[in-house]
């Protein structure tokens, strides 16, 4: 028996920082939204005791590394699963980019095997069993749009966006996000308005949206990878509404209306960087089907 996945991409239209944890993470409030860039995740069912992952990406690690791999591993601990699984994951969101990727595979992974494996969990269920994983991992067992609190497993459902156009670029460089974070100077930031964030989603209210993104972790990024800052640059000058950096980076995003606004930063970014996506904001939560 076999299932298939998708495992969608996120982005943040708002991440804040509030302060640091005593459990050393930090505490956040970010509104994150599932975009149509995907993982494609191919769950067989294996009658022997293992967790197989196979993947042709090779940065994509095949052992306890890899979140999927933990996701099933943690089905198995707790509800005593005696049966295996083969993992194979299709590469498309760009590794190491600020997307969610690893945490995406992870959640479609929970999601699948708790078909294949006949577990009847629920959702909020599984998003629990997520935040155990990583901190973004609950929000992509749910998708949609969303408010997360804590470090990040705290959830609240939001309406979708206004329909829009997102053109991703990631450079060819990877961003570590345990260095952003402890470079992160939280008394010296300017907040986003999360909260104005939260009532433009409300009001499907498309300026408001694009005046109020914003990302503490852009700056600190911003002055790691000045590369970065090129490619915020250039989208703004092709015309996009709004720009900015997805998570810790490096991926940056612009949103548009038009199609054919669309179009020219599409094209004017692929002789500039080598990983450029234009997509959709999903918008729509997960079901268990």
């Not at 076999?2 to 930090?26: M, T, W």
């Not at 993104?213 to 709004?242: C, S, W």
Request: aromatic share 6%; charged share 25%.
């Amino acid at each position: 028996m076999k299932l298939l996945v998708k495992a969608p991409a996120k982005i943040n239209l708002s991440l804040d920082v509030l302060y640091k944890r005593p459990d050393g993470f930090h505490e956040v409030e970010m509104i994150m939204t599932t975009i149509d860039l995907a993982d494609r995740v191919e769950l067989t069912l294996l009658e022997q005791d293992k967790i197989h992952i196979l993947s042709h990406n090779r940065y994509v690690p095949d052992d306890q590394r890899n979140l999927a791999f933990q996701a099933a591993q943690l089905l198995k601990d707790r509800y005593q699963v005696k049966k295996g699984v083969k993992i194979t994951i299709e590469k498309t969101i760009p590794v190491a980019a600020g997307l969610a990727g690893g945490s995406s595979d992870a959640a479609a992974t929970l999601r699948g095997l708790n078909k294949l494996w006949n577990l009847g969990l629920t959702l909020d269920e599984l998003a629990d069993l997520g935040s155990e994983i990583g901190s973004d991992v609950s929000f992509c067992v749910y998708g949609g749009t969303a408010l997360a609190r804590g470090r990040g497993e705290r959830i609240t459902d939001l309406p979708a966006p206004p329909t829009c156009w997102v053109i991703l670029a990631k450079p060819f460089i990877g961003v570590s996000t345990a260095e952003v974070y402890r470079r992160l100077d939280i008394n010296g930031m300017e907040h986003p308005n999360i909260s104005e964030m939260v009532k433009a989603i409300e009001n499907n209210d498309y300026q408001s949206v694009c005046d109020n993104v914003g990302n503490v972790l852009e700056d600190v990024t911003l002055k790691l990878h000045p590369e970065v800052a090129q490619i915020k640059e250039q989208m703004k000058r092709f015309g996009a509404d709004a720009v900015l950096m997805s998570g810790s980076g490096p991926t940056v995003f612009g949103i548009v209306q038009h199609d054919s606004r669309m179009h020219r930063i599409y094209n004017g970014l692929r002789g500039f960087c080598d990983q450029v996506f234009a997509v959709r904001m999903l918008g729509e939560r997960h079901t268990l089907d």
